[in-house]
């Protein structure tokens, strides 16, 4: 069976480090991947996704960057977060063929 | 165009109550369009999808109505629980789009109140 591994599960980050989340996909080959944004009452943003190794399309300019380093592994990046940057991350993953997503747990960001 | 209208943004239900929570969309070109039930700190999982050639599909006690003329569709969950307690996201997308990118939208936070 498939499953999505996404960590960590909470980070608190000073404003201008670095950010690095990484999120894996088990059991499937070659699936689209997404990250998406989730703040308080504002519903699920898209922020990256992709078709394949390599290949990122970004829906909002921003602060942040994607990679696809691996068939199934996906990272999202920021050189230096910004206090906006705080939210609720969450990666998934879907078949090319099948519109359904399945997400990981997320992680939760807070830029102090 | 693109857009998702999603509402209430809350809504208290008591036990065995019916909740009803509705989205409206503009696109015509949408051809599918899930709920997505969320539980706080978790990621959404899917609940029910429908396409837009019936107006209804019933998963026990969650059922989708839609109606295509209206571009509309809605959740209904009988015989509310305390455990369906969550976030509930209504998203479209269609068949050959932007890889199957949905469109959600912004969430109704549900209460069943014991």
């Known amino acids: 069976s498939q499953t999505i591994h996404q960590w960590p599960a909470t980070l608190v980050q000073p404003v201008g480090s670095p950010l690095s989340l990484e999120c894996t996909v088990e059991g499937t080959s070659n699936p689209n991947l997404y990250w998406y944004r989730q703040a308080a009452g504002r519903g699920l943003q898209l922020l990256f996704y992709s078709v394949g190794i390599g290949q990122i399309s970004s829906e909002v300019p921003q602060n942040l960057s994607a990679s696809r380093p691996q ?7 920021s050189k230096k977060l910004l206090l906006s940057d705080s939210g609720f991350y969450l990666c998934a993953w879907s078949l090319s063929v099948n519109l359904i997503q399945y997400f990981g747990a ?3 960001l807070s830029v102090l | 165009q693109q857009q998702v209208k999603q509402s209430p943004q809350s809504l208290i239900v008591q036990k065995g109550g019916i909740s009803i929570i509705n989205c409206a969309y503009e696109n015509t070109a949408f051809d599918y369009f899930p709920w997505y039930q969320q539980f706080p700190g978790k990621g959404p999982a899917l609940l029910i999808a429908i396409r837009p050639d019936v107006s209804e599909k019933k998963e026990g ?3 989708i109505s839609f109606n295509k003329s209206a571009k509309q569709f809605s959740l209904h969950i009988m015989d509310s629980q305390p455990g369906d307690s969550a976030t509930y996201f209504c998203a479209a997308t269609y068949y050959g789009g932007s890889q199957g990118n949905l469109i959600f939208g912004k969430g109704t936070k549900l ?3 014991p």
């Open chain 1, 71 to 77: 068939d199934r592994q996906f990272i999202l990046s």
């Open chain 1, 106 to 108: 997320g992680t939760r």
């Open chain 2, 61 to 63: 006690r969650f059922t």
């Open chain 2, 111 to 113: 209460s069943v109140k």
